[in-house]
């Protein structure tokens, strides 16, 4: 189904070993990094997570049966203006492909550490209209704290169009109905449920990497390359987070020198390079110390796929698209 079958061969092969002791024997072993490119740009290169998660065409796949379900949940109270589906198909691609920059060159120089600018209410901090409210309770569902005194109710029981939205809304119902059959069925929101342990697993693995030599001497020569540009800085972390960046609504000229030179210091010390030989060999130590949760994952996404594939095409109605 994907191309995972030497990958999840090998995973099931440490799993069995377990029993004899060679998980504890391989988390004593050190890990060793393999060889570090000079990549000039963001990588593709597919991470060990890969082989547990949907492939490109599964993914379009998954997204195109939840605009239609979405779409069909959203007419039944009324609402047939035509939704695209973004699921979580950026996570899962970010997860299966490479290493990347925090921004270009371009961003830096023109918002600094601060958000790249969007468009949406949320973003600008616009309430929606009541009509907009209506739409976003059928599709997210009710919210589940208790409304303010005075507040209109906010219930599981709520009702648009005489129908009663469903638990976490047309989207809740969506997830729901993809995920029929598998290990995270039962949980309030399988998807959620799959991604967040996926993400927890690779920050865990990361933080580890973060450790290893090759890392720490690669962000040692960042630090002192930052150093010679005017900004004192451990970590890149420390660099982004600086709070003088939070004191103002938008970037000053100190923070967009000092996103500029993050960059070319990245850049100078071969920080893609150096990050995803690192990031590989802690993520496949961390495939092997998790192989039964990461088959459980996998479970997860092939039923998902499975359920989107009985998803008939144009089920949902047509109309002007708009973000869902």
């Not at 691609?93 to 060159?105: C, Q, S, V």
């Not at 907009?132 to 208790?146: A, F, K």
């Not at 039962?186 to 690779?202: C, D, M, Q, Y």
């Not at 390359?225 to 451990?234: D, E």
């Amino acid at each position: 189904m994907r191309k995972r079958g030497a990958a999840a061969l090998a995973v099931t092969a440490l799993w069995l070993l377990a029993g004899c002791g060679g998980t504890e024997k391989k988390a004593a072993e050190p890990v060793v990094v393999g060889p570090v490119a000079t990549p000039s740009g963001p990588t593709d290169t597919e991470m060990p997570f890969a082989a547990f998660l949907p492939g490109d065409g599964e993914l379009k796949e998954i997204q195109r049966a939840e605009s239609a379900l979405l779409n069909s949940c959203m007419a039944e109270f009324g609402f047939t203006t035509r939704i695209t589906a973004h699921s979580d198909a950026g996570l899962l691609a970010d997860l299966r492909r490479g290493t990347t920059l925090p921004r270009t060159l371009e961003e830096a120089a023109a918002y600094g550490f601060h958000n790249v600018p969007g468009g949406t209410d949320e973003r600008t901090g616009r309430k929606p209209d009541p009509e907009q409210q209506t739409r976003l309770l059928v599709l997210n569902g009710p919210d589940p704290r208790p409304a303010p005194s005075g507040a209109p109710s906010t219930g599981p029981d709520r009702k648009v169009n005489g129908r009663t939205v469903p638990r976490g809304g047309c989207a809740g119902r969506t997830e729901r109905t993809l995920a029929e059959g598998s290990p995270a069925e039962s949980a309030e929101h399988p998807g959620n449920s799959a991604l967040n342990t996926l993400l927890r697993l690779r920050s865990a693995a990361w933080a580890r990497g973060a450790a290893d030599p090759a890392y720490t001497r690669m962000t040692a020569a960042w630090s002192s390359c930052m150093k010679q540009r005017g900004f004192s800085y451990a970590s890149f972390e420390a660099a982004a987070e600086d709070p003088a960046w939070a004191r103002t609504a938008e970037a000053g000229p100190r923070e967009k020198a000092a996103a500029s030179a993050d960059l070319r210091c990245r850049t100078a010390v071969n920080y893609l390079g150096v990050s995803e030989a690192v990031h590989l060999a802690y993520e496949r130590r961390a495939v092997a110390d998790a192989a039964a949760t990461l088959a459980s994952i996998e479970a997860h996404y092939d039923a998902v796929a499975r359920n989107a594939a009985k998803v008939p095409a144009g089920a949902s109605p047509h109309g002007p698209q708009v973000p869902a």
